[in-house]
C-alpha cells in the first residue's frame, strides 16, 4: 500500500515515513505546497496524509483542487490546527479523516487501516475472492487453508489487483502504483514482468480461483 506524507516539519516527517516503511508501507513524500499538488494530482496513493499549513500554499487548497479534478487519495488531514472550522473545511472538501498533532503514531496506523477499510475493502480487513483469502493487516495469502510464500511486492501487487477486481491495470500504473514515482527513470518495465510472472505462478500452483490475466499490450485484470 502507498501512502504520500505532505509535511514540512522534518522531525515528524521522519518519524512518520520510519514507522510507516517499518509497517512494510511504500512511503512518498512532499514537503512544500508545489511539490505536494504535484505528486497529489499526478499519482495515484492508497492514503494522502495532508498537513494544512505549508510553505507556498494551504492544503486545504489541493484538496479543493483535487475534489475539481474528481480525484480521491483517501486523505487524512494532520495539522497542528485544531479548530472545528478547518475540520468541517477540510471534510466538506473530500477529506476522510482529521487527526489534530500531536498524535501517536499506533493512531495514525489505526486511521489510515479504517480509512482503507471504508473506502477500498467495503470495511473489511479480509477479502475473499474464491477460494483465496488476502488478509491485509497480516499481509498473508491464503489459498485451501494454505498460506503463499509471497515477497513483499508480490504481495503488494496482488493486493492492487484485489481491490480493484475484474479493472484493467496498466503496467506503466501498476509500477508506478508498486515502486512509487522514481519508476519514472527505469529503463524499461522488465521488473514488473518478472513480478507479476512469478505471482501468476504460484497463484497457479496454490489451485487458486484467482488468475491476473494479461491484456497484450496494456497490462493486466484480476478475475475469478
Known sequence: MKILIIEDEYALLKAIEDFLLAEKYIVEKATDYYSARE???IYDYDCI?????LPGGSGLQILDEMKKEGKTGNII??????????????????????LAKPFHLPELQARIKAVLRRKNRGGQNVLNIGNTKIDFDNRQITVKEQVLNLNRKEFDIISVFA????????KENLAEYVWGDHIDSADSFDFVYSQVKNLRKKLKESGSDVAIENVYGIGYKLTA
Open 163 to 170: 481491490t480493484n477486481k475484474n479493472r484493467l491495470i496498466t
Open 39 to 41: 505528486k497529489a494530482m
Open 49 to 53: 496524509l495532508l498537513d494544512i499549513s
Open 77 to 98: 488531514i494532520i495539522s497542528a490546527k485544531n479548530s472545528l472550522e478547518d475540520k468541517i473545511v477540510g471534510l466538506d472538501l473530500g477529506a476522510d479523516d482529521y
